[in-house]
């Protein structure tokens, strides 16, 4: 787990709040990943970054801003959030994006609740 | 139903058993893999089969596919209480890594 940080490990927020959450990674990959994972539904992906592009964006509401400065980093930024979208947000990197080979390596998630 | 659906969603053994796990999928796939996630924690490559292997080993752990039928079943032999996690698989088709629900192993000392 340590090749992926995520900072806050718990995050408790107000619906006009605005946060931020920061995820790295220390593989040296090239492709980074945010996933939403709630109660009793699968994980669904986010955002995807390849070279610091954005490649991926599954219709996520505007509420949710990603960033990725460089191949290491990569924030979400939150405002204005919904009770809904309280769940254990998750970041992922791999070594190449198109049909990943060798697997994503996932950090230990920020737990958001939305008050 | 949706791309990579685990079978049970829940199981409960004993230390020592051997704990089946099967995943169904709809579309053709370049490869699946399996995950492990304790509660509440991020989640953990376990092993990788692409569609053109039938078996593979790692540890205690081993993975099936059948192409032909979609489906695919991850083995852990000898169980432990450590064992105890949700397992995910999920499969990567034209670039895109999709998950399912998962099931819940529950490995009893």
């Known amino acids: 787990e340590t090749g992926v940080t995520q900072t806050p490990r718990h995050l408790v927020m107000g619906m006009t709040n605005k946060k931020s959450l920061k995820c790295e990674q220390h593989l040296g990959h090239n492709a980074m990943y945010w996933y939403k994972q709630s109660a009793k539904k699968p994980l669904e992906l986010m955002f995807v970054y390849s070279l610091e592009e954005r490649v991926e964006n599954n219709s996520v509401p505007s509420r949710f801003s990603p960033e990725c400065p460089n191949s290491s980093h990569l924030f979400l930024h939150l405002h204005t959030l919904q009770p809904e979208d309280s769940a254990l947000y998750l970041c992922?990197?791999?070594?190449?994006?198109?049909?990943?080979?060798?697997?994503?390596?996932f950090g230990p998630g920020t737990r958001l609740t939305v008050t | 139903s949706q791309q990579g659906e685990e079978d049970p969603q829940a199981l409960s053994i004993q230390e020592g058993e051997n704990a089946t796990m099967n995943c169904s999928y709809k579309t053709s796939i370049n490869n699946l893999q399996w995950y492990r996630q304790n509660s509440g924690r991020g989640l953990v490559h376990l092993i990788l089969?692409?569609?053109?292997?039938r078996e593979k080993h790692s540890g205690r752990l081993r993975v099936t596919l059948d192409t032909s039928k979609k489906s695919s079943s991850l083995l852990i032999t000898a169980s432990r209480a450590a064992d105890t996690a949700s397992y995910f698989c999920a499969t990567t088709s034209y670039g895109k890594l999709t998950f399912g629900q998962g099931t819940i192993l529950t490995v009893h000392p």
């Open positions: 992922a990197s791999s070594h190449g994006f198109v049909g990943p080979i060798a697997g994503q390596y």
């Open positions: 089969i692409r569609s053109n292997e």
